[in-house]
């Protein structure tokens, strides 16, 4: 419990929230990269093998212990998303933060 404390004071109230706010987004963006043809097949098996571990009956530590149960769970969705994203090529993974309004376009500059 207290390590929790220890991280929210690491990274601060308000990036935790705005984090927290901005999990819609990346519920938008995690399918649009799964349906884009340009991820890597290895990145999408990733996600998929995290999303059957959390469903499956068996796990590392059982799900019927309180809190404990359910952390082993979370712990394995939050690398394989993040695994997930940085398997993704950047140019492809900017595009579709930008539709889903997780990051600005690119600025193009022309110079003469």
Known sequence: MFK???LIRRVGVRDLFRGV??????????????????TPISAK??????????VSPLDFVPD???VLGEMDDLAILLFAGSRFLSMIPPHVRHEHEVACGLAEPARVTVTN
Do not use: G, H, S, T
């Open 64 to 66: 019927f212990l309180p």
């Open 21 to 38: 706010r901005q999990l819609p987004a990346y519920a938008r963006l995690i399918p649009r990269l799964l349906m884009d043809r340009r």
């Open 4 to 6: 929790a404390f220890r």
């Open 45 to 54: 098996m990733l996600l998929v093998a995290a999303a059957v571990y959390v």
